[in-house]
């Protein structure tokens, strides 16, 4: 939704992205801690 915004220049667009950067730093380091956690994998 927040890259939808971002191609039509949205007004909101901004504010999506506040709110989907977290997320996906989120997601980029619990993949990365579930790497460190089983080396196996």
């Known amino acids: 939704m927040a890259v ?3 191609a039509i220049d949205s ?3 901004w504010l999506l992205l506040a709110f ?3 997320w996906v730093v989120a ?3 619990s993949r990365a801690d579930a790497r ?3 080396p196996g994998a």
Do not use: I, V
Request: aromatic share 14%.
């Open 20 to 22: 989907t950067l977290p």
């Open 11 to 13: 007004d909101f667009k």
């Open 4 to 6: 939808t915004n971002f």
């Open 36 to 38: 460190r956690m089983d």
């Open 27 to 29: 997601l980029a380091l």
